[in-house]
């Protein structure tokens, strides 16, 4: 079920979206050859708390960390342990965070050190299939208005539409109605009605567009090996628009 957001609740959204927004900008500096995944966690999670929040992922649905790090081929939910991060990899960073019982999510992909102009131009390229997808936001639009924007930017780019996830409705839970997939046909799925949250994220790949589960059984991984990168923002329609409550801060 969709549900629409008071204002109260919305205004708590804004609190739990920004948190996400500052432990990105806190967490961006730290990424850096050398360091491994599992210390970026431990300064995520204890930064999160430190403010007030609470790390969603952890403990969902047996997930064992605040973050997921997903590093190179890795598309979602790499769990963070002692591998150091190298000059030339690239990671994504998504968290979510609660805050007085309401959810903020958003995943960004970060450069270490000097990385190669394939990557640079996936994470420039899916970067703005996000906001391709953010600009289709307003009331009376539809979910497929999104999925079909997004599709059609990454496809025109020769970038990998990962198909087996998708972003989805957030609330006083991490992931609601509606599904939001990277694909789809215009003017169709859900309508968009002022006091929805939703999350937008293109998992779009350098290479083929399918993906492996491995055995850790979170993990996702680009079957030939490419790198894929993850752009994700918490968005709120509006009465003629939207708003995205997880904004850039380090930009």
Not at 15 to 20: E, H, R, T
Not at 32 to 59: A, H, Q, W, Y
Not at 91 to 119: F, L, P, R
Not at 233 to 242: K, P, R
Request: glycine share 10%.
């Amino acid at each position: 079920m969709i549900t629409i957001k008071s204002q109260r609740e919305i205004d708590l959204m804004k609190k739990a979206g920004m948190l996400v927004s500052l432990m990105h900008k806190y967490i961006k500096p730290f990424i850096k050859e050398g360091i491994t995944t599992k210390e970026l966690d431990r300064l995520c999670e204890d930064f999160i708390i430190d403010n007030g929040g609470v790390p969603t992922c952890k403990g969902y649905e047996g997930y064992p960390a605040a973050l997921c790090t997903s590093v190179n081929d890795r598309v979602v939910h790499g769990i963070p342990d002692n591998t150091k991060l190298k000059n030339g990899d690239i990671i994504t960073i998504d968290v979510v965070i609660g805050y007085n019982g309401y959810q903020g999510d958003a995943a960004w992909t970060y450069a270490v050190g000097d990385i190669d102009d394939d990557k640079k131009y996936l994470m420039e390229h899916t970067e703005k299939a996000l906001y391709v997808g953010v600009e289709q936001v307003k009331p009376g639009k539809r979910i497929g208005d999104i999925s079909a924007a997004v599709q059609k930017y990454a496809e025109d780019h020769n970038l990998g539409v990962v198909r087996e996830l998708c972003g989805h409705g957030i609330g006083q839970e991490m992931h609601e109605d509606p599904e939001v997939p990277n694909f789809g046909i215009p003017n169709t799925g859900a309508r968009l009605k002022p006091g929805m949250v939703i999350c937008i994220e293109p998992m779009l790949t350098f290479g083929d567009r399918h993906v492996n589960l491995l055995d850790d059984e979170w993990t996702v991984v680009t079957r030939d090996g490419s790198p894929a990168a993850h752009y994700e923002h918490t968005i709120l329609v509006t009465d003629d628009g939207y708003e995205i409550l997880t904004p850039r801060l380090d930009d």
